[in-house]
């Protein structure tokens, strides 16, 4: 695993320190759209000398090189996920919730014929089937 990441990162041109190897294992075993707070209390733990900077920092490194992405976004927070092909957002306007959904490049769309695709997201926003439970039980 570790040795996986450090691959991936050098593949990347990034340096991989031990705080940024932390950060994106931190990625790779929670798949729960974490945000740069998040992230950095839970390696805190871990990582004692890790900094509220350094994880701001690496994530702006990470969003350059395209190993992670913005998938959503309030006024206070941006929530990250790893850069993945094969997976749809649909974000709960209630509960701020980003569900993963598995969702599979397959057509073409029309306009773009000849045009060269070099990433795709797909977010859909609505109401999660929890928070619609919730409304429904009132
Ligand atoms: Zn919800
Ligand atoms: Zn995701």
């Known amino acids: 695993m570790l040795q996986e ?18 950060i994106f294992e ?11 707070e998040s992230i950095y209390l839970e390696l ?33 927070h941006a929530r990250y996920d790893l850069v993945e092909m094969k997976h749809g957002h649909f974000i709960c306007l209630s509960c701020k919730e980003v569900y993963d959904f598995p969702y599979q490049y397959t057509e073409k769309y029309s306009g773009l014929d000849e045009f060269e695709i070099q990433s795709e997201e797909i977010t859909i926003k609505g109401i999660c089937k ?8 009132i």
């Open 44 to 76: 805190k733990r871990e990582v004692p000398t890790l900094s509220k900077a350094t994880v701001y920092n690496t994530l702006g490194l990470f969003l350059e090189k395209g190993l992670v992405q913005i998938v959503a976004s309030d006024q206070y």
């Open 26 to 36: 931190y990625f790779l075993q929670n798949k729960n759209h974490p945000s740069a």
């Open 5 to 22: 990441i450090v691959a991936q990162l050098e593949n990347s041109g990034i340096k991989p320190s031990v705080q940024r190897i932390k």
């Open 130 to 137: 929890s928070c619609l439970d919730n409304m429904n039980n």
